[in-house]
């Protein structure tokens, strides 16, 4: 009755460690009064570092002679000699030898984390040792940015949020050859976002514990078509013509054809259109004086509109730029040159007196 009175005044009086050790000497054979405490020599004290999941071995050795030890976590009493007082199954005494008398816990969790003592009751004095286990996790990303579409100019603001033991350092990296580095955070926020910086971001977790988690997001920047290239083949009387537009939008922009102010209709009057994402194709068949003339591309989507015209002309136009009695001037003259007849030099003079 004393020794549980002096137990319990022990515990109230924030001695706890003392009373414990006080209680587990009254279990063992050889019960001595409690002396000065020290470690084991030769016995290396570190703090032990396991990730989660692994089997943590908490080691401790018993002295030469008659001694039995015991295992304590914080308040609470774990092994006394051989008897277990846990009810943790996961939780047992590695015994490699008749010296060692470690703590072996399978399948560590944070929860196992903080100090643990093992005290020794040898013939002549009670010594201690603690071990201060620390239960590392592995970075695990818990939330992420969805996907977005934003329009060009806005301000994006990108979140990562992650746990794990350390605390995970987060880092961002944007999928791009010409992308800069970004400054760590769980945060990132792109003020006036450019086409450029459209595409995938991603966030890494990385700690001491294991390899870094990454998850990707998908940032699409919206913005107003652009004509980058308007272009035409050569044509032909009786032949086909091909005019080329490309445009860049995001949205993708859709094409219209105009001839004029007349929008031009697929399959109508000779006319093929051929629309893909980026690029248009107008087709001209069996080409007719009346299919000459000025062709406009219209690009549009929901931020913008653009054109550019381009002028479909017979070959002799496109190729030397002359129109009306200049052609017919320079056609005399290729006469003179490949007949050399008195009638072609007649028709030249009588277009220059004209």
Known sequence: MDMMLLVQGACCSNQWLAAVL???????????????????????????????????????????????????????????GGDKWSVDPRVSIATANKREYSLQIQDVD?????PYTCSVQTQHTPRTMQVHLTVQVSPKISRISTDIVVNEGSNVTLICLATGK?????????IS???????NGQYLDIYGI????????????????????????????????????LKSSG????????????????????????KGE????????????KNY???????????????????????????????????????????YGITGDAEVLFSCWYLVLTLSSFTSIFCLKSIILQ
């Open 194 to 229: 450019t086409r450029d910086q459209a595409g995938e971001y991603e966030c890494s977790a990385e700690n001491d514990a294991s390899v870094p988690d990454v998850k990707k997001v998908k940032v699409t920047v919206n913005f107003a078509p652009t004509i980058q290239e």
């Open 277 to 319: 994402s980026t690029r248009s194709l107008l087709t001209v068949t069996n080409v007719t004086e009346e299919h000459f003339g000025n062709y406009t591309c219209v690009a549009a989507n929901k931020l913008g509109v653009t054109n550019a015209s381009l002028p479909l002309n017979p070959p002799s136009t496109a190729q």
């Open 110 to 114: 944070v929860t196992d984390d903080g």
């Open 22 to 80: 006080l209680s587990l000497c009254c279990l063992l054979p050889s019960c001595l009064p409690a002396g000065q405490s020290m470690d084991f020599p030769g016995a290396a004290v570190d703090n032990l570092v396991v990730r989660r999941g692994d089997t943590a071995v908490l080691r401790c050795y018993l002295e030469d002679g008659a001694s039995k030890g015991a295992w304590l976590n914080r308040s609470s009493i774990i092994f006394a």
């Open 166 to 174: 350390p605390e995970p350092s987060i880092s961002w990296r944007h």
């Open 177 to 183: 050859p010409s992308a800069k580095p970004f400054e």
């Open 262 to 273: 007349r929008k031009l209709i697929n399959g109508k009057h000779g006319i093929t259109i």
């Open 235 to 258: 044509v032909m009387l009786g032949g086909n013509g091909l005019i080329r537009c490309e445009s860049a939008g995001v949205p993708a922009p859709v094409f219209e054809w105009y």
